[in-house]
């Protein structure tokens, strides 16, 4: 509202109706301002600054500090009591396990060749004593070379016979893809290099011509596609492991799709599933839009715990008792709200990332003794509770004195409205804090969409999701994907459908040793 000073009104409840105007308006502007800073501050940050979230042992010592001051010398002492029981905080403790100094062995499983550099005939005499030179020993270093790829063409030559009254061929083993001059080394070669090393088809293209060999891109493309529908079934019977496990960590994904009905690109998403610790396997889902009909699809029949954002499409699937999901929150979701809000509410905002610290500090000592299960959870009960309850405390004092709409503000609903889903991780020692694991695993397509821009439609959507979803799982048992690939295409094709389970990677690991 515009005011006049020349025209005030005289009645004092006029004037004090105005005053509460003017302050309603500053507050929205305040609330306005914060939030073009707060996106200001992240185009930035995406352009060129750091996007880790992890603060330094002074600035946390710095905001407990502050914290002590805020919530008085009483309230603290609780604070430090539970403190003592925690771990010690990230760079302490043993350093015996650092990393070894100096030029590590080169790899003893690459082949060598040796070659043996002597002294000439009249260097094996010495002049000073007159006598011959005698050998003592030998300095060995060892160095890299490079042997550049290479491409064989394999003949499949089969035989014919004949008889008076019929002629017989002796058969070839099946193909990955009948009637193409690809092998089954050659489209994992392929699939490997855009989904796990992020190189397109087009670079890919220019790569084999440096050998000699045309490849077309549409040709490349084809065999993706084709890949991804012989190994589908695999792909069926991955999804259904993965929906076996007692905790499934799940996020999603922006990726650009073109459509030809538009003059630019739409917006697809991919959601990653994550495995739990006894069903080692990472399974994608590629969607046209990020509607809930896609992991209401996708998790149909699933009942355990959903660990995941606090992303509204969920909801409905946690009020439904029938269908048997429970919540698990994300405090590293959590946390990115508290930093964000840092810039503008360095006090209060200060103290709530000096408290979930301390809520990492006691998952930090769980990893250093290898806890899981009921000795997590006993770990929890004593470490993090009693800061789940002091940060409660004090979320529930602040979010009086922010402004609901501003980015402290939003910070502190955020914790407080799913309170109950990010506790929930200390009643199960089999919870995560966080779903950092589902965050991991979309990095491929995060930084592979920066290499290959976009997909070619929607179906070019999921042929990624099915072909990076054994890449993923490769990784997570510590397959070499390329080796999977090359041997898992060139014995699909005549694989009895009744064990497939075999090929799946974990197993297909543990039959490789």
Same mark, same amino acid.
């Given at each position: 509202?515009?005011?006049?000073?020349?025209?005030?009104?005289?009645?004092?409840?006029?004037?004090?109706?105005?005053?509460?105007?003017?302050?309603?308006?500053?507050?929205?502007?305040?609330?306005?301002?914060?939030?073009?800073?707060?996106?200001?501050?992240?185009?930035?940050?995406?352009?060129?600054?750091?996007?880790?979230?992890?603060?330094?042992?002074?600035?946390?010592?710095?905001?407990?500090?502050?914290?002590?001051?805020?919530?008085?010398?009483?309230?603290?002492?609780?604070?430090?009591?539970?403190?003592?029981?925690?771990?010690?905080?990230?760079?302490?403790?043993?350093?015996?396990?650092?990393?070894?100094?100096?030029?590590?062995?080169?790899?003893?499983?690459?082949?060598?060749?040796?070659?043996?550099?002597?002294?000439?005939?009249?260097?094996?005499?010495?002049?000073?004593?007159?006598?011959?030179?005698?050998?003592?020993?030998?300095?060995?270093?060892?160095?890299?070379?490079?042997?550049?790829?290479?491409?064989?063409?394999?003949?499949?030559?089969?035989?014919?016979?004949?008889?008076?009254?019929?002629?017989?061929?002796?058969?070839?083993?099946?193909?990955?893809?009948?009637?193409?001059?690809?092998?089954?080394?050659?489209?994992?070669?392929?699939?490997?290099?855009?989904?796990?090393?992020?190189?397109?088809?087009?670079?890919?293209?220019?790569?084999?011509?440096?050998?000699?060999?045309?490849?077309?891109?549409?040709?490349?493309?084809?065999?993706?596609?084709?890949?991804?529908?012989?190994?589908?079934?695999?792909?069926?019977?991955?999804?259904?492991?993965?929906?076996?496990?007692?905790?499934?960590?799940?996020?999603?994904?922006?990726?650009?799709?073109?459509?030809?009905?538009?003059?630019?690109?739409?917006?697809?998403?991919?959601?990653?599933?994550?495995?739990?610790?006894?069903?080692?396997?990472?399974?994608?889902?590629?969607?046209?839009?990020?509607?809930?009909?896609?992991?209401?699809?996708?998790?149909?029949?699933?009942?355990?715990?959903?660990?995941?954002?606090?992303?509204?499409?969920?909801?409905?699937?946690?009020?439904?008792?029938?269908?048997?999901?429970?919540?698990?929150?994300?405090?590293?979701?959590?946390?990115?709200?508290?930093?964000?809000?840092?810039?503008?509410?360095?006090? #209060?905002?200060? !103290?709530?990332?000096?408290?979930?610290? +301390? %809520?990492? &500090?006691?998952?930090?000592?769980? *990893? $250093?003794?290898? /806890?899981?299960?009921?000795?997590?959870?006993?770990? #929890?009960?004593? !470490?993090?509770?009693?800061?789940?309850? +002091? %940060?409660? &405390?004090?979320?529930?004092?602040? *979010? $009086?004195?922010? /402004?609901?709409?501003?980015?402290?503000?939003?910070?502190?609903?955020?914790?407080?409205?799913?309170?109950?889903?990010?506790?929930?991780?200390?009643?199960?020692?089999?919870? $995560?804090?966080?779903?950092?694991?589902?965050?991991?695993?979309?990095?491929?397509?995060?930084?592979?969409?920066?290499?290959?821009?976009?997909?070619?439609?929607?179906?070019?959507?999921?042929?990624?999701?099915?072909?990076?979803?054994?890449?993923?799982?490769?990784?997570?048992?510590?397959?070499?994907?390329?080796?999977?690939?090359?041997?898992?295409?060139?014995?699909?094709?005549?694989?009895?459908?009744?064990?497939?389970?075999?090929?799946?990677?974990?197993?297909?690991?543990?039959?490789?040793?």
């Amino acid at each position: 509202m515009t005011v006049d000073p020349r025209q005030l009104p005289e009645s004092p409840d006029a004037l004090r109706q105005m005053i509460l105007d003017l302050i309603a308006q500053l507050h929205s502007e305040q609330a306005r301002r914060e939030k073009t800073e707060h996106l200001l501050r992240q185009l930035l940050a995406a352009r060129s600054g750091r996007s880790s979230e992890q603060l330094s042992e002074e600035q946390l010592a710095l905001f407990a500090e502050e914290l002590k001051q805020q919530i008085g010398e009483s309230a603290q002492a609780a604070v430090e009591n539970d403190r003592d029981d925690d771990p010690p905080a990230a760079g302490s403790g043993d350093t015996s396990k650092g990393n070894v100094r100096g030029r590590r062995p080169l790899p003893r499983h690459l082949k060598r060749e040796r070659i043996v550099h002597d002294l000439a005939a009249h260097e094996k005499h010495c002049r000073q004593c007159n006598e011959d030179l005698r050998r003592i020993g030998e300095d060995v270093s060892e160095r890299y070379e490079y042997i550049p790829a290479q491409l064989k063409v394999i003949e499949d030559v089969c035989i014919k016979y004949a008889c008076s009254c019929t002629v017989t061929t002796a058969s070839k083993p099946p193909q990955p893809i009948e009637k193409s001059s690809a092998g089954a080394s050659l489209l994992a070669q392929v699939i490997v290099g855009k989904y796990a090393d992020h190189l397109p088809l087009n670079r890919q293209q220019k790569m084999f011509g440096r050998l000699g060999i045309t490849l077309p891109r549409q040709t490349l493309c084809d065999w993706m596609a084709r890949s991804a529908d012989l190994l589908n079934p695999l792909y069926e019977r991955m999804k259904r492991f993965v929906l076996e496990s007692k905790v499934v960590q799940t996020d999603d994904t922006p990726v650009k799709v073109l459509d030809p009905a538009l003059p630019q690109t739409r917006t697809g998403r991919i959601w990653p599933y994550n495995g739990d610790k006894d069903h080692p396997a990472v399974v994608y889902d590629y969607t046209p839009t990020r509607e809930r009909a896609g992991p209401e699809q996708f998790l149909r029949g699933y009942s355990g715990y959903l660990q995941a954002d606090a992303y509204s499409a969920y909801d409905r699937f946690f009020v439904d008792p029938q269908r048997g999901m429970t919540e698990v929150g994300c405090w590293a979701h959590a946390r990115r709200h508290f930093h964000d809000a840092l810039e503008t509410d360095r006090a #209060r905002m200060g !103290g709530v990332l000096s408290l979930i610290a +301390q %809520l990492y &500090a006691v998952e930090k000592v769980a *990893r $250093e003794r290898e /806890l899981r299960g009921e000795g997590r959870r006993i770990l #929890r009960e004593q !470490g993090s509770m009693p800061v789940l309850e +002091q %940060l409660q &405390a004090y979320l529930l004092r602040i *979010r $009086e004195e922010v /402004l609901p709409k501003s980015v402290a503000g939003q910070a502190v609903s955020y914790a407080l409205n799913h309170w109950n889903a990010l506790v929930r991780y200390c009643e199960d020692g089999d919870l $995560e804090i966080d779903n950092n694991a589902a965050e991991r695993s979309l990095r491929g397509f995060a930084v592979g969409r920066n290499n290959w821009m976009f997909f070619g439609s929607d179906n070019g959507g999921r042929t990624a999701a099915v072909l990076r979803t054994f890449v993923s799982s490769c990784e997570r048992v510590k397959v070499d994907p390329l080796a999977w690939f090359s041997d898992v295409l060139a014995r699909i094709a005549s694989f009895p459908i009744n064990q497939l389970d075999s090929l799946m990677p974990h197993n297909w690991a543990a039959a490789a040793q």
